[in-house]
C-alpha cells in the first residue's frame, strides 16, 4: 500500500511495510492511495480484518470543500506478467472532486460509466496501469459509480467500512444492469473471469458453513437476507487461515 502506483510484483512477496491505522487522502492534484492483493478476496479480507485503520480528508482537503467530503475508487486488475495467468487487485482511492461547470465532455464523468475514471484523475498523476484503458489485454480497470444503495462512501470511514463497500459493488454488479449506470455489471465479469479458481474452490470445500459465510460478504454466492450489523460482524470475526486459503 502506498501513494502512487502499485508495484507489479509477484503475489507471492508477502508484505513488509507498517500498516498505518491512519490514512490521510490528499487534494485531488495529488497521487491516489492504493491498496494491492493477490486477489479480489484476499484484499476484501485484508481490509475487513483492520477495524483500527481508518481514511480521512487531510488538513489541505478539508480546508477547501463544504461539506462532508466523500471517497472514489477505482478497482484495478493487472497480470503480474503478459505470459502469466496470476492477475493482481489493488484499489485506488482519492477524494471525490465536482466535475467543474463548462468541462469539456462532462457529461462522461457525470453518467456512472464503470470505464471513465474520475474528472480528478486528469488533474492528477495517472497511476501507469491506469494508462491503457479500462479493458487492455494485461491491466483492466472499473470506476465504480454512486449507486442507489451503494453511494459514494463518506469520509471518515474505516477499512472494514470500506470493505463492505466493495462487497456491495460486488452484489450491485451481479444483480443486473442498473438503468443509467453503463457498464455496471463489468465488476462481476471481471471477478468471476479472472479468478475462477476462487469459486470452485469454495464450492467443494468441505467446511460448507465456513465458505458459504465468505462467499456471503465477499459476493461471491447467493447472499440471503441479513442485517448490515450481521454482515459486518463476519467481515471483522477472524477466521482460521486455512479456511481461506492463505
Not at 66 to 82: D, M, N, P, Q, Y
Not at 98 to 126: E, H, K
Not at 164 to 175: D, G, K, T, V, W
Amino acid at each position: 500500500m502506498g501513494f502512487g502506483t502499485a508495484p507489479i510484483i509477484s503475489a507471492d512477496v508477502p508484505y513488509k511495510g507498517a500498516i498505518p491505522t491512519l490514512i490521510s487522502l490528499p487534494n485531488a492534484d495529488k497521487s491516489p492511495f492504493y491498496i494491492q492483493a493477490p486477489n479480489w478476496r484476499s484484499l476484501l479480507k485484508f481490509m475487513a480484518r483492520l477495524p483500527a485503520t481508518r481514511v480521512e480528508p487531510s488538513i489541505d482537503v478539508l480546508k477547501k470543500i463544504k461539506g462532508e467530503a466523500t471517497l472514489r475508487i477505482i478497482v484495478s486488475f493487472v497480470k503480474v506478467h503478459s505470459t502469466s495467468s496470476q492477475w493482481l487487485t489493488a484499489v485506488y482511492m482519492s477524494i471525490d472532486v465536482p466535475v467543474p461547470v463548462n468541462t469539456p465532455n462532462a457529461v462522461r464523468f457525470r453518467n456512472g460509466d464503470s470505464t471513465v475514471l474520475p474528472w480528478s484523475y486528469t488533474i492528477c498523476p495517472l497511476p501507469a496501469v491506469l494508462r491503457d484503458g479500462a479493458d487492455a489485454p494485461i491491466s483492466k480497470y472499473y470506476t465504480i459509480p454512486s449507486v442507489p444503495g451503494n453511494l459514494y462512501p463518506t469520509l471518515p470511514t474505516t477499512f472494514p467500512g470500506l470493505a463492505m463497500y466493495l462487497a456491495s459493488a460486488l452484489e450491485l454488479a451481479r444483480s443486473g444492469p442498473a438503468e443509467g449506470y453503463p457498464g455496471l455489471r463489468r465488476l462481476s465479469k471481471l471477478v468471476d473471469t479472472l479468478y475462477p479458481e476462487d469459486r470452485s474452490e469454495m464450492d467443494a470445500d468441505e467446511k460448507p458453513g465456513m465458505r458459504q459465510k465468505l462467499k456471503n460478504f465477499v459476493g461471491l454466492g447467493s447472499k440471503p437476507q441479513r442485517s448490515r450489523n450481521a454482515e459486518m460482524y463476519d467481515l471483522v470475526t477472524p477466521f482460521v487461515p486455512d479456511d481461506y486459503g492463505r
